[in-house]
């Protein structure tokens, strides 16, 4: 089975601290995502990776970084977090064929107060 | 801008009936995914619909693709109580026949089915 590991399921941050959220996969899929998901909003896209060091803005960028140094795991910064950040946000992973289906991992519910 | 519509975005109903969920969105792709998640849990995938008049099928559920109308359905069997969960449909943000890119998504459909 596909395995998508996300560090922590829950965190507490204050304004203004740096976030790392942090995501592992194990089925050495080319692609990783990071979305976030909001009440009556869905999941909306961040940022994602095509390959090791590769980093695309996804819908809604601003606020967010990514590292992908190795080709498992894809980090998502906060470099300064603010209230409007409190979020679940989950991680994805893919391989790059036909089908493209994105696995996802149990996600992290950050509060930012 | 890319739209991904689902209707309806609440849905109560009770076991034994079918309903149908509508999935409309406004790109040209011909690839469509269906997921599935359960209260505190993350997204599961359901179905890949991978051209028009793909259908689908597992279980109670039933999933289809109009590429012409640029809309998909899941189509629910006499429902069951497990069945009871949020329903989302995605598309391509950017298909352009392969590589990667994110998914759009729906906001969902909260489906709740009764005893």
């Known amino acids: 089975d596909v395995k998508v590991t996300q560090s922590s399921r829950y965190l507490v941050k204050r304004t203004g601290e740096k976030v790392f959220l942090e995501c592992v996969q194990d089925m050495d899929h080319e692609n990783m995502f990071w979305y976030r998901q909001d009440p009556g909003l869905g999941l909306r896209l961040i940022y994602f990776?095509?390959?090791?060091?590769?980093?695309e803005k996804g819908d809604i960028p601003e606020g967010y970084s990514v590292s992908r140094e190795k080709k498992e795991r894809f980090s998502l910064i906060l470099e300064s977090a603010s209230t409007n950040q409190t979020s679940m946000y989950l991680c994805a992973s893919s391989l790059t064929d036909r089908v493209n289906i994105q696995y996802f991992g149990a996600g992290t519910r950050l509060s930012v107060l | 801008e890319l739209k991904v519509e689902q209707n309806p975005l609440f849905l109560s109903m009770q076991e034994g009936k079918n309903y149908t969920i509508y999935c409309n969105y406004s790109t040209t792709s011909d690839r469509l995914y269906w997921y599935r998640q359960d209260p505190g849990k993350s997204l599961e995938s359901l179905f890949v619909?991978?051209?028009?008049?793909a259908v689908k099928q597992e279980g109670r559920l039933m999933a289809s693709l109009d590429t012409k109308a640029r809309l998909s359905t899941l189509h629910i069997t006499a429902a069951v109580h497990d069945l009871s969960a949020t329903y989302f449909c995605?598309?391509?943000?950017?298909?352009?026949?392969?590589?990667?890119?994110?998914?759009?998504f729906g906001k969902g459909t909260h489906l709740i089915i009764q005893p």
């Open positions: 990776s095509y390959d090791v060091k590769m980093k």
């Open positions: 619909l991978l051209s028009n008049g």
């Open positions: 995605a598309v391509d943000r950017r298909y352009s026949g392969g590589g990667a890119d994110g998914l759009t």
